[in-house]
């Protein structure tokens, strides 16, 4: 009997062993948040997949795929699968070196280049599948960052916010320049609020970025507005050298949206029945 025939025959066995052995050595740090009836269901289904290989020859591969893409939409580590056909090989080798009770050097070696041979096609194919599907979902999250990270809202006609939120980084300023530029064109504005209220730090680096966004703007026929300017922020910007003097700048977006309504020549008229209403338009605009 070769070693195929002998593991396919004592593949319960063997599954058995490596069920085990298995436990969710590489899991521990999920353990809160993973049944064990969830770890036991995927040993046994990642068991079924390694035996059918086997019995396949590694014709269908399409199995293994989505084995791999359902580990990482699980958000389980790498080490899941590594370690677990690490195991499985190991079982396997000794299952066999059992069955046949020699301990011949040869032997041995036959027995583990046999297992070997067909374990390892197994691991390379998870692997790659896996750090590709991984590799896919940090694209996809990174695009919808990039999406969220540099957002411009027409609030009314011919003026524009840009909210900025967290650290401005070389490529993020790029982001924005680019988002920034279009937006102006598409939505065909006269003045853009930049808010920088979420921004921790304003150094020369973002400051020179942001003097260059509204140099770009202006060149377009729009005015950039510069609002969210904390005491702190003025103070840094102060002390740097850095000149904002080209454009208009607001501590808040309240104040800043004032001034794009007086550059626009528009007012919010209200009536006295809805007067209330416009200042807690204002007051709301303010907060943000």
């Known amino acids: 009997m070769n070693l195929k025939e002998l593991v396919l025959e004592n593949s319960d066995e063997i599954v058995s062993r490596w069920v085990e052995k298995q436990g969710n050595h590489s899991l521990q740090d999920y353990s809160s948040t993973i049944s064990n009836d969830m770890i036991k269901q995927m040993n046994h289904e990642f068991a079924d997949i390694i035996i059918s290989s086997l019995k396949e020859g590694g014709a269908n591969l399409e199995n293994l795929d989505d084995f791999a893409e359902k580990v990482v939409n699980l958000g389980w580590p790498f080490g899941y699968i590594t370690e677990g056909l690490q195991i499985f090989r190991t079982e396997s080798i000794k ?61 009314m006609d011919e003026i524009t916010v840009m909210p900025l939120v967290g650290t401005i980084d070389t490529d993020r300023a790029k982001l924005i320049m680019e988002n920034l530029l279009s937006g102006v064109v598409k939505n065909r504005t006269d003045v853009v609020l930049i808010d920088i209220t979420g921004v921790p730090v304003v150094d020369t680096m973002v400051a020179h970025h942001i003097i260059q966004a509204a140099e770009a703007v202006r060149l377009l026929g729009a005015t950039c507005i510069l609002v969210g300017i904390r005491p702190e922020i003025a103070q840094t910007i102060v002390n ?12 808040s977006l309240k104040k800043g949206f004032e001034t794009a309504l007086e550059i626009t020549d528009k007012q919010i008229v209200s009536n006295d029945d809805k007067k209330e209403d416009v200042e807690e338009i204002l007051d709301s605009i303010g907060k943000e």
């Open 95 to 155: 299952f066999v070196l059992d069955q046949q009770g020699t301990e011949n050097k040869e032997e041995f070696i036959y027995v583990m280049d046999g297992i070997n041979e067909w374990i390892d096609p197994l691991k390379t194919r998870l692997m790659n599948q896996y750090s590709a599907n991984w590799n896919n979902i940090i694209s996809l999250q990174k695009l919808a960052l990039e999406e969220l990270s540099a957002p411009l809202i027409p609030v």
């Open 240 to 251: 740097l050298g850095i000149d904002l003097s080209q454009f208009p700048t607001k501590s």
